[in-house]
């Protein structure tokens, strides 16, 4: 078998997943980043649990030699990943859609990346149809303990408020990049405590995104308290 036909069999392997269409929730979504628009050096995966959810998780890739469309490493570990996270549907862009690097990050918000210079002035190319708006739980530094001390997934989420912050901070680029608009939405953590025990439900990371989700569908105009 050619090269050419073995990077193409490699490619449609997750193509044919994207290709089922939307089949309800988890939903991944699938964006491909690179120095120009014919190498991808990163690929963003992230799991959305519910409409109007947050992203519970995200997953990054790298490669500086191969394209991460056909590195049938990375390839293999994303349908790994999806399928642990048992997503029905994926969503995947067709083309890379910018810069890998991080604005406010690796160079000056507003500027384009020294790194990459073939995407200043450059539109990207369009991410997929994927218009959620998902609420993102926020918390308090003053509340960060309480939170880790309720949760069942503790040993998942950061030691401290700060590194929670940043990570969180830069899922929302990732989201942004994909075209998922994402809204913080501040969570006392006694009231998540109180509306997971009402429900009988685990303080976990898909209940707390179901109930960041509840909160911003709550304060969209139109909804019913």
Known sequence: MSKRRRKRRIRTALQKIARKGFRGYPVATVAY?????QFASKVAVGIMLQKD??????????????????DPTIVQEIVAFISQHQARSVA???????????????????????QCPYWAGHE??????????????????????????????????????AEWV?????????????GIHADKVEVDVEELLAWCKARDLKVD???????AAEMLHQRLPGSRQ
């Open 33 to 37: 980043y690179g120095p120009d628009d």
């Open 53 to 70: 959810g947050d992203v519970a998780f995200l997953e990054r890739w790298f490669s500086q030699k191969k394209d991460v469309r056909t």
């Open 92 to 114: 995947m862009t067709d083309g890379i859609i910018g810069c890998p690097h991080e604005e406010g990050i690796d160079y000056p918000e507003g500027k384009s990346c020294p």
């Open 124 to 161: 990207t190319t369009r991410p997929p149809e994927v218009r959620t708006v998902m609420g993102c739980a926020w918390y308090r530094a003053e509340q960060w303990d309480r939170l880790r001390e309720v949760a069942v997934d503790r040993d998942k989420l950061a030691e401290t408020h």
């Open 166 to 178: 940043a990570s969180a901070e830069e899922s929302l680029r990732e989201m942004r990049k994909t």
């Open 205 to 211: 990371s898909g209940a707390r995104a179901q109930y």
